[in-house]
């Protein structure tokens, strides 16, 4: 939007820029001077002592019965519209003295005189041009906005009012995207605008843009909250509207965006509705417990229309979003509701519980077990415990809690046959398998459904700690195959994994077990070139023959 005023001028062409009235009006008494004449840029030397403020020179030229007051410049641009971007409110009085001044003509964007001094906010300005019966204030740019348009986007109060003033103003007036004057000081959090506007009795406090986004909607998104209580103080305001995915109403975007105080004055309304989803399906008390807003979560549960276990989408409860988030204070808060389940699944059979131990939320997972109506063994659809995904994010304290429950088995296995213990092992989580092996009913040599055991899979991984700790139990076979014939020593062998080599081998296993496919540790170590556990496997024969 902004305009370079140091055009480069034709040396033909007067510069009328220093403001020597007398000069110039000796030039002009010359036969033949050009006073309409041009420069490189279209400019002629009125339109250029109008830009600069010159009243003098601007009322010298004037006199010329051959002046043309509205010959416009290479943008369209005329001198007017220059005086009035400039805000020189005298020599726009000087040049509206003329009756022959088109007081609405456009430059080549639309943009009038009056459109750029209220766009400036030339207060001035824009009160002598609407004082021209012709002017017409609703003339709109090639993007269909307005005088008033501008001025309530760049919140010029002043000029509004004064806008505002004339009885053939149209406050309604959209833009190409449908968004009015309010919708924009909405937006950008104009208050006295906003209350300006409203006040009117024509205005249209609930009128939706292309997207179906209103300017409760953006005050709302925005944090503006002075301009949400006006505009709820609106009978005629809708405050469910949705934008156009159909979802999301403001009260959805607040809670998103964390806005208390703007939740606190939506929910004083006894016509917003809590059910609203919003574009991922949460419900504002779900969206509001994932977050962790404790605040909101309170204000929320304090409607006595609120569903506290009222699932989203994908089924999950806000109990579960909170669990799952480790947001113990509102896992409180909704744990002192009599109509909350605290075990209910998501769509995959996921509990709260299941979401707190996954994530390692040592107090949360405390605070469930200490309900009877929380099963600590509740698998999901795959046959996943809580356990077993303490056990596989390494969360030593949430194991601990688990396998204090005497209902809770420490050694059950998913629909793939994974065990706790085999989550631990192939993750390399140390502590945990101290503290499963401690237990006398967990089996450390359990397959999984492709024949892989704990120490199978931590060889294939690398972890050697765990390769340890395996290696001195006398109930791990060191040698059991998988169901391809692969035994641990093979799948570290063929992963490069050289302390995990020297640890088997020094446990004494077969080094050419073959697997069905006849390849055996030394032969996948060579493929992958793995030198130093080739070295390992077969180190070089001492020469047999000396030279003489």
Request: net charge negative.
């Amino acid at each position: 939007m902004l305009i370079s005023t140091n055009f480069p001028v034709e040396r033909s062409t007067p510069r009328i820029i220093f403001g020597i009235a007398e000069v110039v009006a000796g030039l002009s008494e010359v036969d033949g001077c050009g006073v309409n004449r041009k420069d490189s840029m279209g400019k002629t030397p009125l339109a250029w002592a109008a830009e600069n403020g010159h009243e003098g020179v601007v009322r010298i030229l004037l006199g010329r019965d051959d002046i043309d007051p509205n010959k416009p410049d290479n943008q369209d641009r005329t001198a007017l519209w220059w005086a009035a971007y400039k805000g020189h409110e005298r020599v726009v009085k000087i040049l509206l003295r003329r009756d022959d001044i088109d007081p609405n003509k456009p430059d080549n964007q639309d943009q009038t005189a009056l459109w750029w001094a209220a766009y400036k906010g030339h207060e001035g300005v824009v009160r002598i041009l609407l004082g021209r019966d012709n002017i017409d204030p609703n003339k709109p740019d090639n993007q269909d906005r307005t005088a008033l348009w501008w001025a309530a986007y760049k919140g010029h109060e002043r000029v509004v009012r004064i806008l505002l003033g004339r009885d053939d103003i149209d406050p309604n007036k959209p833009d190409k995207q449908d968004r009015t004057a309010l919708w924009w000081a909405a937006y950008k959090g104009h208050e006295r605008v906003v209350e300006i506007l409203l006040r009117r009795d024509d205005v249209d406090p609930d009128r939706a843009d292309l997207h179906t986004e209103t300017p409760l909607w953006w005050a709302a998104c925005n944090g503006h909250e002075r301009v949400v209580k006006m505009l709820l103080g609106r009978n005629d305001v809708n405050p469910n509207k949705p934008n156009r995915t159909g979802s999301t109403p403001p009260l959805s975007w607040a809670v998103n965006k964390g806005q208390e105080g703007i939740v606190k004055l939506l929910l004083e309304r006894d016509d917003v509705s809590l059910d609203g989803l919003d574009e991922d399906g949460y419900t504002p008390l779900s969206a509001a417990a994932n977050e962790g807003y404790e605040g909101i979560v309170k204000l929320l549960l304090g409607r006595d229309d609120v569903s506290p276990d009222e699932p989203d989408e994908n089924r999950c409860t806000p109990l579960w979003w909170a669990a799952l988030g480790g947001h113990e204070g509102v896992v409180k808060l909704l744990l002192t509701r009599n109509d909350v389940d605290p075990d209910k699944r998501d769509f995959s059979g996921h509990t709260p519980l299941w979401g707190a131990a996954s994530e390692g939320h040592e107090g949360i997972v405390k605070l469930l077990l200490e309900l009877d109506d929380v099963s600590p063994d509740n698998p999901n659809d795959y046959g996943n415990t809580p356990l077993s995904r303490a056990a596989c994010g390494g969360h030593e304290g949430v194991v601990k809690l688990l396998l204090q429950r005497d209902d809770v088995n420490p050694d059950k296995p998913d629909r793939c046959g994974l065990t706790p213990l085999r989550y631990a092992a192939s993750n390399g989580h140390e502590g945990v398998m101290r503290l499963l092996l401690g237990r006398g009913d967990v089996n450390p040599d359990q397959p999984d459904l492709t024949g892989q055991t704990p120490l199978a899979r931590a060889a294939c991984n690398g972890r050697e700690g765990v390769v340890s700790m395996l290696l001195g139990r006398a109930d791990v076979n060191p040698d059991r195959p998988n169901k391809c014939g692969r035994t641990p020593l093979w799948a570290a062998a063929h992963n490069g994994h050289e302390g995990v080599v020297k640890l088997l081998l020094g446990r004494g296993v077969n080094p050419d077990m073959p697997d069905d496919d006849g390849r055996t540790p030394f032969l996948c170590a060579s493929m992958k070139g793995h030198t130093r556990v080739v070295a390992l496997l077969h180190p070089p024969a001492t020469a047999a023959h000396s030279i003489t």
